[in-house]
C-alpha cells in the first residue's frame, strides 16, 4: 500500500479538523443569520467528509492496507 495514500488521508483529516475549527469562530463572530446558516452548512459537511474518511480508513485496516 502506498505510504502516500495513508498520508494524504491523515492530511485530508488534519485540514478539515483546522477547517471545523475556523467556522465554529466563524460562526461565532458572523453577525447575521444568513451566515450563521452558511457555516452551519458548511459544518456539516465537512463533519460528513470526515466521517467518509474514517470509514475509509476503517476498510483499510480490515484488509490490513493501513499502517
Known amino acids: 500500500m502506498s505510504h502516500n495514500f495513508n498520508e494524504n488521508i491523515r492530511n485530508a483529516i488534519e485540514s478539515l479538523n483546522s477547517a471545523i475549527g475556523l467556522l465554529k469562530k466563524a460562526m461565532e463572530d458572523a453577525n447575521d443569520d444568513s ?3 452558511m457555516y452551519t452548512m458548511m459544518l456539516q459537511d465537512f463533519k460528513k467528509h470526515l466521517r467518509l474518511l474514517d ?13
Request: some cysteine.
Open 35 to 37: 451566515c450563521r446558516a
Open 55 to 67: 470509514k475509509e480508513i476503517e476498510m483499510h485496516k480490515e484488509k490490513n492496507k493501513w499502517d
